[in-house]
């Protein structure tokens, strides 16, 4: 694999919650990065994080870790947007669209003022909404406008399909794609283990209404509810997905990873960020990847786009 040359490997993370730190702490580990720089509202906070992941140096990859302002946002590569209200118990993640809508458009304009001219990544909820609110305030193209949309989702998805037919997660290919949150939709159409159909490997007629298949599926669109009654947040999983896709940028890959895009036509829908499986390199999204899905399919995905319209007027309100 080539490396570009053309790129520092600089991120800036904004927000040091729990996803901003989790995504910092998997970027350390997996040494992808030469330099990372956290901002937050709260210094002090951005400091600490910046100073407990230093002293963890000594076990991972050289790379730079600072506390910053929007100042260093110049010259990255990356902006990855986590800050943000967070989704508390029983609410969705499109009721905090009015509120994050209102800070996401101060964080895009610091960065943007900065002199940015990289890519931003956004992972903040509801991530569809906020990713359009990024476009609109940022100028930028919509190829390097992201968000982290269904990239968890599938992993879940992939996940549980592994635990149910024991396989090797990374032998189940499978999307979920739509909103990130309550209209997304998997697309069993597609659903392969090892290069077999589902519903050949699985021997079953009708996959999208055997009992089994729909009780993973809820597992997989509730399970940001189940963890968030559990234990208050959901950030590991989302940090590792984010990994995931600072990886297919910086390193040029060309990888087909489920992301929040403009959709513009595909799929028949238009002015819409959806999550949806995409080619990323390291001048973002390259290509939207527009499956042969079936009429059901289509369907769900429509209504989701429709909620996702009626949720992005609300936030430019």
Not at 137 to 163: C, H
Not at 265 to 276: A, F, K, P, R, W
Request: charged share 20%; aromatic share 6%.
């Amino acid at each position: 694999m080539i490396i570009s040359q053309s790129k520092s490997r600089k991120v800036v993370i904004v927000g040091t919650g729990f996803v901003g730190s989790s995504y910092a702490y998997a970027l350390l580990n997996q040494g992808i990065v030469n330099e990372l720089v956290l901002v937050d509202v709260n210094l002090d906070k951005a400091k600490g994080e910046a100073a407990d992941l230093n002293h963890g140096m000594p076990f991972a990859s050289p790379m730079k870790i600072r506390a910053g302002g929007y100042e260093e946002c110049n010259n990255a590569d990356l902006v990855v947007i986590t800050a943000g209200a967070n989704q508390a118990p029983g609410e969705s993640r499109l009721d905090l669209v009015s509120k994050n809508a209102k800070i996401f458009k101060t964080i895009v304009t610091n960065v943007m003022e900065s002199g940015f001219k990289g890519i931003f990544v956004v992972a903040t909820n509801p991530v569809d909404v906020l990713s359009h609110v990024t476009l609109e305030v940022s100028g930028l193209p919509k190829e390097r406008v992201i968000g982290s949309g269904t990239i968890l989702d599938t992993a879940r998805f992939r996940y549980l399909l592994s635990e149910h037919f024991q396989v090797d997660s990374r032998n189940v290919h499978a999307y979920i794609i739509g909103e990130h949150g309550d209209s997304e939709l998997p697309v069993w159409s597609h659903v392969q283990i090892g290069g077999v159909p589902l519903s050949r490997y699985a021997k079953i007629n009708d996959v999208e209404n055997d009992e089994d298949m729909k009780r993973i599926f809820e597992n997989v669109r509730d399970a940001a509810y189940h963890i968030i009654e559990r234990k208050g947040a959901t950030y590991y999983g989302i940090g590792l997905g984010l990994v995931r896709l600072t990886k297919a940028i910086l390193h040029n890959e060309n990888s087909i990873v489920t992301v929040s895009t403009l959709l513009e036509g595909e799929y028949g829908i238009n002015d819409v960020y959806l999550g949806v499986p995409a080619i990323v390199n390291e001048y973002g999204v390259r290509e939207i990847l527009e499956l042969q899905i079936n009429e059901s399919e289509q369907q769900k995905l429509q209504k989701s786009a429709s909620i996702l319209n009626e949720m992005k007027e609300k936030a430019f309100s």
